[in-house]
């Protein structure tokens, strides 16, 4: 790996296999790939074989939809106060990790950074409040303290539930199965879809403590993580690289990916295992980052990895605060968690113990929690 520790994570433009896949009509579960969608399966291989992570454009997610969700967000942490908050949290806190969540209550590194939860990382509850919604009509309501902000939830929300349907495609089509394998699992209502709206506080005034980062080290518990990044440190436009004519920057203090390398790392970037490094990971203007979680990679038995990420803190006096909008997805809670037969041979052996996708995710939310 370069000297450098900034990762040029691939960015994979998945527009050819989105329009192959509207071209089709109910039943094509057998239709072959055209090249173009073709080589876009393999670079998704490729991307989740190699680092876990990767920046996707022409996903096809509207400007507004986006802008929208992060906008009213934003307000939520930032127009209201304490008080307001935890007054919509308190019913909700203890309802499979949904609702608000003042800074100080999660210490993610805590639940383990492996997907068998093996090893973790001592740290302080991480820099960071937030607001989490299932969107399956008993998140609490908002609209007294931001108007729209529900809604805006709701659409963000399900647009990317549509687009996670392309990804489950694209890893059956990479294993060798059939295009619809995933289907039945991802249908439906599932409590392991939660949308974690993260909101990283301004540090100017007020330093973190020993050892604390905004979030600390960790893997995705469910399938799919699909993150947009804060692309603006000015808040808005997030989906432009140009705003009055100057080109929009992201706010400092941000995602972090743990990488092989056989460089020393320097100090503070050294990752959680030997010959690791942390590396930056800025975002791509309207890309979405995408990485695999813990149960895409039990699933695969390891062809797909599940990296350890982290958020940074930012310069020490840096103004700016950061929100991010992370999308976790998840199967039925019933749906077995093991090796898939088709990612186990004699070379491989199943390295995974038999669970279900919602046994593993109560334990890592109880585990974060403690």
Known sequence: MAANTELSIPTLDIAPYVAWRASLNPGDDDATPPPAAAAVVAAWRDAYATYGFSQVVGHGVADAVIEDAHGLARQFFETTTEDE???VADEMIKDRGRGYKRQGVVAVAGAGVSADGRSSVAR???YAMEYIALCDGRDPSLG?????LNEAIDAYFHAMLRLNCVFMELTALALGLARSHFAEAFGGNSWLNRLRCAYYPSQKGLAPKKNQLRYGEHTDWQAFTLLWQDHNALGFPQCSDVKAGAQVVPPPGGL???VESDLAAPEGREGTRPGTVFVDCKPECRALTVNAGDQIEVW?????KSCVHRVANPPPGC???RLSLVLFTGPQPETPLAPLPTCVTADRPAKFPATTSGAHLLAKIEASEA
């Open 85 to 87: 908050r935890d007054a």
């Open 124 to 126: 302080p509850a991480d």
């Open 144 to 148: 007294h303290l931001v108007d729209g």
């Open 256 to 258: 972090q990916v743990e």
């Open 300 to 304: 695969t038995n390891g062809v797909f």
């Open 319 to 321: 103004p700016y605060a």
